[in-house]
């Protein structure tokens, strides 16, 4: 990619880190050995996307570090990222991310808003005719440990 210079283009860019620190996410909850490294490299991924200049960026890297608060068993940055990402995936019409965020944030929260969050995040996936979500949410949203 960057051969051909497609990492010049800040959407690639974007994009490609997202998928990369999603990936270390998604072994970092399966791999506690290797978690404290997995979870830097996510880190250093979503530091790179915050200084994209997309403003929906940086709700990416706001996941990206929710995510990585969990695994570190920080419940309350967790929770704080969360929110602030579901908010600006609203305000820039990412439903799919915004679901997901909001479908992790449930299972942090619990009570009322446990039930609230999961009946808006299952009215999402059933009006887009999404077959799988969990598969959906662990692929947007890895990381989060149960």
């Known amino acids: 990619m960057r051969g051909v210079l497609l ?3 800040e959407t ?10 999603r990936c270390a ?3 970092a909850a399966e791999r506690p050995a290797e978690r404290a490294a ?14 994209a200049r997309s403003p929906w960026a940086t709700h ?3 996941l990206l570090r929710a995510s990585a608060a969990s695994l570190r068993g920080d419940r309350e940055r967790a929770t704080r990222l ?9 305000s820039a019409q990412m439903a799919m991310h915004a679901t997901a965020a909001r479908h992790r944030l449930a299972a942090i929260v619990g009570g009322e808003e446990q039930r609230t969050l ?15 979500a969990e598969a959906l949410v662990s692929v947007m ?3 989060f440990l149960r």
């Not at 250093?44 to 915050?50: E, F, L, V």
């Not at 969360?82 to 609203?90: M, P, S, T, V």
């Open 60 to 62: 990416l890297a706001q």
């Open 118 to 132: 999961e009946a808006q995040t299952w009215a999402w996936m059933r009006e887009q005719g999404v077959a799988d």
């Open 82 to 90: 969360l929110r602030e990402a579901i908010a600006g995936f609203e």
């Open 25 to 27: 996410l998604a072994l």
């Open 38 to 51: 997995l979870l830097a490299a996510a880190e250093r991924d979503a530091r790179s996307i915050a200084r």
């Open 141 to 143: 949203a890895p990381g």
């Open 7 to 9: 990492l010049r283009i």
């Open 12 to 21: 690639v860019r974007i994009r490609c880190l997202d998928m990369r620190a």
